[in-house]
């Protein structure tokens, strides 16, 4: 008796593995539509999705990567371009500079005619 519970246990799982192992897309595909599907969904298309190969290597680019000499050679342009847009930088920064100087001497009063207590002076 205890032989025919194990068998009728272990039926049962094997069953129940190999039915869920069937896809059930291909139920659902063959309903009707007033059973299955609602009203205005589109067809399914004839062919199942197809993933993007993931390893395929893309082409070869058609540019080849600069060669050493050609590499120094960038590099000392844009060493000589970054050099000229921080002269001018620094051309600006000195011409602002010397006209702020210029503007922003005062000549000095007479030390007995200012006021010490901050105040405004009457009129």
Do not use: F, W
Not at 41 to 54: F, G, I, L
Not at 99 to 105: L, V
Not at 110 to 123: E, L
Request: aromatic content about 2%; proline content about 10%.
């Amino acid at each position: 008796m205890r032989r025919a519970r194990t068998a009728a246990i272990l039926a049962a799982a094997a069953l129940a593995a190999a039915l869920a192992g069937c896809s059930a897309s291909s139920v659902v595909d063959r309903l009707p539509t007033d059973l299955g599907l609602p009203e205005g969904t589109p067809a399914r298309p004839a062919e199942a999705y197809q993933y993007p190969a993931v390893h395929d290597m893309p082409p070869p680019r058609p540019d080849q990567p600069l060669s050493d000499e050609q590499q120094v050679k960038m590099e000392k342009d844009l060493e000589k371009v970054r050099d000229r847009q921080v002269g001018r930088t620094k051309d600006a920064a000195d011409k602002s500079g010397k006209k702020a100087a210029q503007t922003g001497k005062k000549q000095p009063t007479d030390a007995n005619a200012s006021q010490t207590d901050g105040g405004k002076a009457n009129p």
